[in-house]
């Protein structure tokens, strides 16, 4: 009964397989010549707008970005006023971790001019502005975001990759500077002595984010991270290099930082201002400091994508969080910097302590040594992106 | 194509009588194989040539004016040298981490699958149960376990093994422990279930022909386990040299493997034609490390 298996041999298997592979790859790789650019123009790319008929919205923002009821964690108060006010049934999902991350999710859909399924994106400023860039970005009407022109904070309005604030709204915004834990070792002043104070050594993080990162060195140097040159960014980078190769710098993180310092595994790091704060709330010993030389102001921006059906919806929501007391709610939860001017007045009502916060409120000397990255093209970007990722050890 | 002429001139002269409707019979072991051969075809061997036309465009090329493929060869060499240590450092860890997965390893399947009597299921879900749970989950949790201010490293400076300012996290040690516990299952079951087919009596022979228990077990358990053994290694060692997480989470900079450049050359640094040509170097030296070993190991069977 065996005999009719017989013609299947392992041999005559294996030479089928390969031969049929090796002709798929070579038709694939044929077919495949190339990829085409992925940009895409605002004609060649049209969305349709169906906000007048299909009364929803797909949201999708980082974790812990948004106000939770404190007895119901399904409850979300700010969002569900709108909700209810509006009729516009949100779907509000947190599946944004990594901009680098979400970018790889989305890039095949958006490159082909194809429907992510969001209609609001939250990306921080040089992946919106990697986004813009590559025309995958819709345009939103300012006469429907009212509240936004009037309330937007001036350090915001006008950035060089959304010049008349209407592409990319700031959600949030937060600083970039020192963080350290008081129980582990002593207060820190300065990136030079967190890069080189011998009792740190091996207890030191900074963050994976070239543009946090590398910011605070230029600055430490006298350096413009605004605006500086490729000689400048590798005077900062010999600086990491040195930190990285003597073991002083022990990891490059994301969010993940913030467990280490409060175990007190790492004593000190560059952090986030929004993430310290809510540090503090468990350990006061945790401190962020802005160092005198300055620090990184980055915002992470509300963005309709390309062929999402809610543009309007979409303007309803961004405008209704430029609210003043709507932007006071939120902040209140979230502890990052407010992009919305009167919503300190608001915050006074609902905590005083939290309004006079120079980390969600911050006053003009902090602001005047706040900078934004400078805007970099995408042979800029690579270019530096591949310096720095050697230094950090990818 | 290929296999479909086979197909039709393949029945080899034995002499067996031929079957009653040869036509459907032939094709039954191919409509078999159909669907798992369409799965592999649509979603590895569709994606691989993709990623091996990947490794040839022209590394100037970007997202926004896209990718041409200019069969540029240079890729390779060029990954090659700039990431040298980081591969070296991969085929290390896995290498270091699998020596360490052998000594504790053998020892438990053999203790399982030969001692442990009525025990036997109890300690087999022991070593499965871990997987229920998220390798990263797993691999944080050694953070906890390794921390500068946890128990064991408290312990190993008292004993003085490590100096007052020693720690693990963060060091070579460190990420060849999380990859030994990560992948220890892995290597732990085709052992046991090679193990656990062992015939006592055969030891009892050698027993009786003089030899000793380390005799005894080079020349009976050892050979017999050997199927348990080269597939557990071969589990065991592929993942791991490919591994990111446990040099992420565990390691510095200083610890990387290929694995953590692969991703940061697709994610991060978006340059498509090194990220491919780097996976495609990786997967030729994982085949020849392989290919190396089987033939050493003598079991043309597994092939």
């Known amino acids: 009964m065996r005999t009719p298996l017989r013609p299947l041999t392992r041999r005559g298997l294996l030479t089928g397989t390969l031969g049929s592979a090796a002709l798929l790859a070579t038709g694939g790789s044929l077919t495949g010549c190339g990829t085409k650019a992925a940009t895409q123009t605002e004609a060649g790319c049209t969305s349709d707008d169906l906000s007048a008929t299909e009364k929803t919205l797909a949201f999708s923002n980082w974790p812990q970005y948004m106000d939770v009821d404190d007895k119901d964690a399904a409850k979300r108060p700010s969002l569900d006023a709108f909700v209810a006010a509006s009729g516009i049934k949100v779907t509000y999902t947190e599946d944004i971790n990594d901009n680098n991350e979400f970018f790889g999710k989305v890039q095949n859909q958006l490159a082909g001019c194809q429907s992510t399924g969001r209609d609001i994106i939250v990306l921080t400023d040089w992946m919106a502005a990697r986004m813009i860039r590559l025309g995958w970005i819709q345009k939103l009407d300012p006469a429907k975001l009212p509240n936004v022109a009037a309330n937007l904070l001036p350090s915001l309005r006008g950035r060089s990759f959304d010049q008349e604030n209407r592409v990319a709204i700031p959600w949030q915004s937060g600083l970039a500077g020192l963080a350290y834990n008081g129980s582990v070792t002593g207060e820190i002043r300065t990136v030079n002595e967190l890069l080189t104070r011998s009792d740190l050594k091996g207890k030191v993080t900074a963050l994976s984010e070239m543009r946090d990162t590398m910011g605070l060195l230029l600055q430490s140097n006298g350096h413009d991270p605004s605006n500086f040159t490729a000689a400048q960014f590798d005077d900062a980078l010999v600086k990491l290099r040195k930190a990285v190769e003597s073991k002083h710098i022990r990891r490059f993180t994301g969010n993940d930082y913030a467990p280490d310092l409060a175990k007190g595994d790492i004593a000190a790091c560059v952090g986030w201002s929004g993430d310290v704060i809510q540090l503090a709330g468990d350990n006061p010993k945790i401190r962020f400091v802005a160092p005198d030389s300055g620090v990184m102001l980055f915002s992470d921006n509300m963005l309709v994508p390309n062929k999402a059906t809610h543009r309007g919806n979409a303007e309803a929501l961004i405008d209704y969080y430029y609210q003043p007391a709507v932007a006071a709610k939120l902040a209140a939860y979230v502890n990052y910097i407010c992009p919305v001017k009167g919503a300190q007045a608001e915050m006074e009502k609902i905590d005083p302590e939290l309004a006079a916060n120079p980390l969600i409120f911050p006053d003009d000397a902090l602001l005047a040594k706040s900078k934004v990255f400078m805007a970099l093209d995408e042979k800029q970007e690579k270019e530096y992106e591949s310096r720095f990722q050697q230094v950090i050890g990818a | ?303």
């Not at chain 2, 079957?19 to 590895?44: D, E, N, Q, S």
């Not at chain 2, 921390?147 to 490293?153: A, P, R, Y």
């Not at chain 2, 446990?246 to 610890?255: C, D, F, R, S």
Request: proline content about 8%.
């Open chain 2, 1 to 303: 194509m290929t296999a479909l002429a086979q197909l039709g001139s393949g029945t080899p002269a034995t002499g067996s009588p031929p079957p009653a409707r040869p036509g459907r019979h032939r094709l039954l072991p191919y409509l078999l194989l159909l669907p798992g051969a369409a799965w592999l075809v649509l979603f590895f061997v569709v994606p691989l040539a993709q990623l091996a036309a990947a490794s040839l465009y022209d590394p100037t090329g970007s997202l926004s004016t896209g990718y041409v493929l200019t069969w540029a060869f240079g890729n390779y060499p060029e990954a090659l040298q700039a990431y040298a240590p980081q591969f070296a450092r991969s085929f290390g860890y896995a290498g270091a981490a699998l020596v360490l997965a052998l000594l504790l390893g053998y020892p438990l399947a053999y203790a399982i699958a030969q001692k442990a009597g009525r025990w036997k299921n109890l300690l087999l879900v022991c070593v499965v149960a871990p997987m229920f749970t998220s390798f990263l989950v797993r691999t944080l949790a050694w953070k906890t376990i390794l921390s500068d201010n946890g128990v064991l490293v408290g312990l190993l400076r008292d004993v003085h093994l490590l100096g007052p300012d020693g720690r693990l996290l963060a060091t070579p040690v460190a990420v060849v422990l999380g990859l030994t516990y990560n992948f220890l299952p892995f290597l732990v079951l085709p052992l046991y279930a090679s193990l656990e087919r062992l015939d006592h009596r055969l030891l009892e022979a050698a027993g009786d022909l003089y030899a000793g228990p380390l005799h005894a077990f080079r020349t009976v358990t050892l050979p017999l386990s050997m199927p348990g053994l080269i597939a557990g290694t071969l589990l065991f060692f592929i993942p791991a040299t490919g591994d990111y997480i446990n040099a992420e989470l565990l390691g510095t900079p200083n610890e990387y493997m290929i694995g953590n450049v692969i991703d940061s050359a697709f994610l991060v640094r978006l340059d498509y034609p090194q990220g491919a040509a780097l996976s495609f170097l990786l997967m030729a030296a994982i085949l020849a490390v392989v290919f190396v070993y089987l033939r050493r190991a003598g079991t043309e069977d597994v092939l």
